[in-house]
C-alpha cells in the first residue's frame, strides 16, 4: 500500500502546488503515523526527534564525557555566558543539527538561563542561487529569522524589509542590531542567534560574516546578538577569504560517538522492538562505522529493513537476534547503493586538496607533508581520523569506488556486473585462476588504462583499476572488500560469495603488490626469476600465508605487477602471478 499512497500524494501535491508544502501535508495529514504502527525508528534524514527517533541525549554521551574534549554542553554554555561568538562545525549528517537544536531548546526552557537569554535557531542552507543579488539573500535569511522568532512569539520587525529598495544588503545586521534592544529594553534578555549551514553561502559569504562582524564590535547585548554560534561544516578560516571578517573564540568539531553510545542507541531499538542484539553484533557496527552517527543510523535502517522482508518462517529460524552476520551483510548492500551521505562523499573527492591526502593513503603511500593544511581540513571534513588514517572501514572500503566511479574510463567497470557467472565456475566454485587470467588479459590489452588518465602515476592509477575490476562480483552478489596493509605497500582484495545461486560458498584472499624494480625508468627489463625479484616475491608470499591463517582461509593468490614506463610492451616481464595454499 505505500507506494500507492505515495502516488496519492504525488497527485495532491501537483494539483495543490500553488499552496505551500506545509499545507499540502497537512491537508492531506501527512505524517510519520500514516505508514508506521507509532513506533520509534533509526534516523537518517535530517535532526533527530526524541519522540519518533531512538535519540542519544548530548549531555549523555560518552564521547564527550573525557577530559580532553572540548565540545560539551557545559563548554558551549560556558562561552554564551561569556558574550562569545563561536563556530561548531563536522562533517554531513554528524548530528550537528540535532545539537544545535538541543542547546536553543535547552536556554529557552531552563528555568535560569530562559530568564536571561532567549536563544533563535536558524537554518539558512539553500538561500541563494546563481541569480541571487546580495539584497535578496539577506532579505531571504531575514524572513527565515522572522519565522524561527514566531516559534517562541517573538516579534522579529520586518519591517525593515518592505520599501528598501537601496541597502538592502545590509539589512542583516540592521535588523538584528533592532531586533537585540527591543529584546533588552523589554525583557532585559540578551539575544542568543545560530546561524546553521552558515557555510552553504557561496556568493555573499564574506558579506554575511562581515555584517556579523559589525554587529560583534557594538555594544552589546543591548544593540546586537550578545553571542552567535555558527554551525556548518567547514571553520571560517577553511574558506579563502580577502581579509579577516570574523572574531571567534574558537572552532569546535564533532565527535564520533564511543562503543557505550552506540550500544545505548541500540538497547533502545531492542527496546522497542523486542530483537536482541548481541555484543557481538554491537561490536561489529562500531568496527565499520567507528561511531559516525549517520552510519551507526544507516545500518539500524538496514537491520531492520532485513528483518521485514523475512518470511515467518525466516523469521523464526533466525530468532528476530542481530548477529555480527547479519551487520555485515547490511554493510555489503549499504557499500553497493548510492545513499545521500555517499553522493555527498563523490563531490567532497573532486577537490585537489582532499585528493592529494586522500589518494597516497589508499595506495599505502605517504602524503606530501607540506600539505599539513589541507590533512586538517581532512579532518574537519570527518574523512580522516586524529590518527591520520581513513576515518572508518566503511569509508575505507567505499572511497576506492567513488574514487574510480568519478573517472570516466575507469566507471565502466565499477558500475558493471558480472554477466554470467557460469565463465568463472569450476566445480560448484569461482575459479579466481580464470577471474585473475580475465583481469590480466584486460590490463595487457592497453587502452583500458594510460598514464595521463586520471593520476600522475601509472602505479596507482592500475591500482584503482585493480579494484575496480574484482568489485564487480560484489555488484553481483558477492562481497568483495579492499583491505590495506598498512606499511607494507600491499593491498588485499578479499572475495568472499554466500547465499549467492549456483555457487557454493566461498572465500579468497587476492595480495596485490606493486614494485619498482628500475625507479619506474624503464630502463630494463624486469624478471622475476633473478635473486633479488626470487627474495621479495618469496616475502610477499610469507606476508599472504600469515594474512591466510589469521583469516582461518586455505588459499590465496598473490598478484605482483612491476611498474615501469614500458609496461604495456613489456607484460610477460611485469606481472607475476600464482596460487599460495596454505598446509593444514
Not at 522 to 551: C, H, I, M, P, W
Request: hydrophobic share 30%; charged share 30%; with cysteine.
Amino acid at each position: 500500500t505505500k507506494p500507492y499512497i505515495c502516488m496519492l500524494l504525488s497527485r495532491h501535491i501537483l494539483k495543490l502546488r500553488n499552496n505551500s508544502f506545509k499545507n499540502i501535508c497537512s491537508s492531506f495529514c501527512f505524517s510519520k503515523n500514516l505508514f508506521s504502527n507509532e513506533k520509534k525508528e533509526f534516523n537518517i534524514n535530517g535532526p533527530s526527534n526524541p519522540s519518533e527517533h531512538f535519540y542519544l541525549n548530548p549531555e549523555e554521551l560518552k564521547c564527550y564525557e573525557a577530559a580532553e574534549e572540548k565540545l560539551n554542553i557545559d563548554r558551549i554554555l560556558g562561552y554564551i555566558k561569556k558574550n562569545k561568538y563561536f563556530v561548531v562545525h563536522g562533517p554531513r549528517q554528524s548530528m550537528k543539527t540535532s545539537l544545535m537544536k538541543y542547546i536553543t531548546n535547552k536556554i529557552n526552557k531552563d528555568e535560569e538561563l530562559s530568564k536571561e537569554y532567549l536563544c533563535t535557531y536558524v537554518n539558512i542552507e539553500k538561500i541563494e542561487n546563481s541569480n541571487s543579488t546580495e539584497g535578496e539573500v539577506f532579505t531571504k535569511i531575514a524572513g527565515r529569522l522572522a519565522d524561527a522568532a514566531e516559534e517562541h512569539n517573538d516579534e522579529f520587525p520586518l519591517e525593515f524589509n518592505r520599501g528598501y529598495k537601496d541597502g538592502r544588503e545590509f539589512i542583516l545586521s540592521r535588523l538584528l542590531r533592532k531586533w537585540s534592544n527591543k529584546r533588552w529594553r523589554e525583557e532585559k534578555k540578551k539575544s542568543v542567534v545560530i546561524f546553521d549551514e552558515y557555510d552553504s553561502l557561496k556568493m555573499y559569504y564574506e558579506s554575511f560574516l562581515g555584517q556579523i562582524r559589525d554587529g560583534y564590535h557594538k555594544k552589546r547585548p543591548d544593540f546586537f546578538p550578545s553571542s552567535v554560534i555558527l554551525c556548518g561544516m567547514k571553520k571560517v578560516e577553511d574558506k579563502k577569504l580577502t581579509g579577516s571578517p570574523f572574531n571567534i573564540a574558537e572552532s569546535y568539531r564533532t565527535k564520533n560517538w564511543f562503543r557505550e553510545d552506540v550500544k545505548a542507541l541500540y538497547r533502545q531499538y531492542e527496546e522497542e522492538y523486542g530483537n536482541r542484539v548481541t555484543e557481538e553484533a554491537i561490536d561489529r557496527i562500531f568496527y565499520w562505522t567507528q561511531g559516525q552517527p549517520w552510519l551507526v543510523n544507516r545500518i539500524g535502517v538496514g537491520i531492520m529493513e532485513h528483518f521485514e522482508l523475512l518470511s515467518q518462517e525466516e523469521k523464526e529460524k533466525e530468532k528476530c537476534i542481530v548477529t555480527s552476520d547479519i551487520v555485515d551483510r547490511v554493510v555489503n548492500k549499504i557499500k553497493i547503493n548510492e545513499e545521500t551521505h555517499l553522493m555527498s562523499l563523490h563531490t567532497l573527492i573532486k577537490e585537489p586538496r582532499i585528493r592529494n591526502v586522500i589518494i597516497p593513503l589508499i595506495n599505502n603511500s605517504q602524503y606530501d607533508p607540506k600539505k599539513e593544511m589541507d590533512v586538517e581540513y581532512v579532518k574537519d571534513l570527518g574523512i580522516l581520523s586524529e590518527e591520520e588514517n581513513i576515518a572508518n572501514p566503511f569509508y575505507e572500503q567505499v572511497l576506492p569506488r567513488i574514487i574510480i566511479s568519478s573517472e570516466k574510463s575507469l566507471s565502466r567497470y565499477i558500475n558493471t556486473k558480472v554477466k554470467d557467472y557460469r565463465t568463472y565456475i569450476k566445480d560448484g566454485k569461482i575459479d579466481m585462476n580464470i577471474v585473475i587470467n580475465d583481469f590480466f588479459n584486460l590490463l595487457k590489452g592497453g587502452g583500458s588504462i594510460n598514464k595521463d588518465m586520471f593520476y600522475s602515476e601509472l602505479e596507482e592509477t592500475i591500482v584503482f583499476f585493480a579494484y575496480g575490476y574484482f568489485r564487480k562480483f560484489g555488484n553481483s552478489g558477492g562481497d568483495v572488500n579492499r583491505e590495506r596493509q598498512q606499511g607494507k605497500g600491499a593491498f588485499d582484495i578479499h572475495v568472499q560469495f554466500k547465499d549467492v545461486d549456483d555457487i557454493n560458498d566461498s572465500e579468497f584472499i587476492i595480495e596485490f603488490k606493486t614494485e619498482k624494480s628500475d625507479g619506474g625508468k624503464g630502463n630494463r627489463s624486469f624478471d622475476f626469476n633473478n635473486t633479488k625479484a626470487s627474495k621479495q616475491v618469496k616475502k610477499n608470499k610469507e606476508q599472504l600465508l600469515d594474512y591466510l591463517q589469521s583469516r582461518d582461509l586455505t588459499t590465496g593468490y598473490l598478484l605482483v605487477i612491476d611498474f615501469q614506463d614500458n609496461i604495456y610492451t613489456k607484460y610477460k616481464e611485469a606481472l607475476h602471478y600464482e596460487e599460495v595454499k596454505l598446509e593444514r
